[in-house]
């Protein structure tokens, strides 16, 4: 069973900066798949970027240039650093792990979801 903490949400003006964190515990698939997804209050839940066991990364075309998605190996943490913030940015953010059979921004792919971190920005 792996649980997903995310951190790093709040709230910033337009064109502002948040860092995000997820801290996986318990047992990873060894070529894991990690992610972050957002869901807007009365909206789909959508993609924002993901990154393979070996570092390849992945954005949606609405994020690219402005948010970059990474993790540390060594410690199992998923980060996702966004810059240039917009007020269509704001909605909970959540952290997904796969078990890196398939990898990318199809939501489906994921086996373990955390309980999401609110990002709120305000224009």
């Known amino acids: 069973q792996v649980q997903l903490v995310e951190s790093g949400g709040g709230s910033v003006q337009a064109g502002g900066s948040l860092r995000l964190s997820c801290s996986p515990s318990g047992y990873l698939y060894k070529r894991a798949c990690m992610a972050w997804f957002r869901q807007a209050p009365g909206k789909e839940r959508e993609a924002v970027a993901a990154?393979?066991?070996?570092?390849?990364?992945g954005y949606a075309d609405s994020v690219k240039g402005r948010f970059t998605i990474s993790k540390d190996n060594a410690k199992n943490t998923l980060s996702l650093q966004m810059n240039n913030l917009k007020a269509e940015d704001t909605a909970m953010y959540y952290c997904?792990?796969?078990?890196?059979?398939?990898?990318?921004?199809?939501?489906?792919?994921?086996?373990?979801w955390g309980q999401g971190t609110q990002v709120t920005v305000s224009s």
């Open positions: 997904a792990v796969g078990d890196g059979s398939r990898c990318g921004l199809d939501g489906d792919w994921y086996n373990y």
């Open positions: 990154i393979t066991s070996d570092g390849s990364t």
